[in-house]
């Protein structure tokens, strides 16, 4: 069983602990993990040409941009599930993660089917950030099995947040349960 973390955050900061502690768990219950740090990864924006838009449903688009989405996209194929991890921005989604998703439209009826959960963290306010995942989830068809949203502003604070890593790792746990029923 393989589970991509994607962490959607422009620093090593609170949303990567989080995905950490998903996947981490994720591997102690038997899957492969990989974590996806977005800010490292050289993803161009989408220019909305839709070239790529799939004529069936069993061949992956092509982008006509070239950078990392093309490793990349390969990997959401491959992998069974999905940790999305977020910053709160606005009460939304961070941009980063938004350009990602909007740049697996040559895959994404491929990924019908697949589980997936979030995670977002906000200095104070959560807004719409995990309704944003849980709506990107349904729109490609996967099994939204939970989220788990926390409160830190300074990178690292969040590990000094009680009871988040047991709540993330309960998550993981149940990602892993949801794969292999
Ligand atoms: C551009 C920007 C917008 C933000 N908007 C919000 C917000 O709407 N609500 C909130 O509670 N925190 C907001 N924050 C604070 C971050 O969500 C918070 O610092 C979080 O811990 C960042 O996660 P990271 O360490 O993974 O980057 C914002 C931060 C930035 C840089």
Redesign the pocket.
Known sequence: MKILGI?G??????????VGRVLEAARSAGAETELILLKDEDIKLCTGCLECELHDDTTPGACVIKDDMDALLPKMLAADAFVF????????L?ALLKNFMDRTIPVWPLLKGKSAVGVA???????KALENLRTYADVCKLEWVGDVSA????????ASNEGIAAALAGLGRRLVDTVQQ
Do not use: L
């Open positions: 962490c955050s422009p620093r090593n900061g609170n949303t990567e602990w989080m991890g977020t910053p709160v921005y606005f009460y939304m961070s963290v906000a200095e104070d306010t959560v807004g409160f830190a502003s300074a990178p690292g604070e969040i």
